[in-house]
């Protein structure tokens, strides 16, 4: 299995739902979101992925994202924007289209010491 990795950043603010602390009220991260995806087979170039490509996939998603108030934004306008909800989305997102592989992971940081990891189930 071959795997391959980026990474991306992104400012946004959020505040968590149905919780108790200094997370409910409206705060800021400077995210960083690494995605990586895996295939058993590379292709005729030896690439199992474009990073390039990879890069401009996770850029794209999270432009969405960037300098916004996450919770007015679909999904977490009914979701809680926590990193875990943040990293399954950003995973569905990446995954939607890419037929050569499949993600293995998406970890956000909401801090240097902060994270959370999202891997999909794989499909049989």
């Known amino acids: 299995m071959f795997e391959i990795c980026v990474e991306h950043t992104f400012a946004a603010g959020h505040a968590l739902r149905n919780y108790h602390g200094?997370?409910?009220?409206?705060?800021?991260?400077?995210?960083?979101?690494?995605?990586?995806?895996?295939?058993?087979?590379?292709?005729?170039?030896?690439?199992?992925y474009d990073f390039a490509d990879l890069k401009k996939r996770l850029r794209a998603t999270s432009e969405y994202l960037d300098h916004q108030f996450i919770n007015d934004l679909k999904p977490f306008?009914?979701?809680?924007?926590?990193?875990?909800?943040?990293?399954?989305?950003?995973?569905?997102?990446?995954?939607?289209?890419?037929?050569?592989a499949q993600v293995s992971f998406v970890k956000v940081w909401e801090t240097d010491t902060s994270s959370a990891t999202y891997r999909p189930r794989q499909q049989s």
């Open 77 to 100: 306008d009914l979701v809680n924007p926590s990193a875990e909800n943040i990293a399954k989305f950003i995973c569905e997102e990446v995954q939607k289209d890419l037929s050569s």
């Open 22 to 48: 200094k997370c409910e009220n409206v705060h800021g991260h400077n995210y960083r979101v690494q995605v990586a995806i895996e295939g058993p087979e590379l292709d005729e170039n030896g690439l199992l």
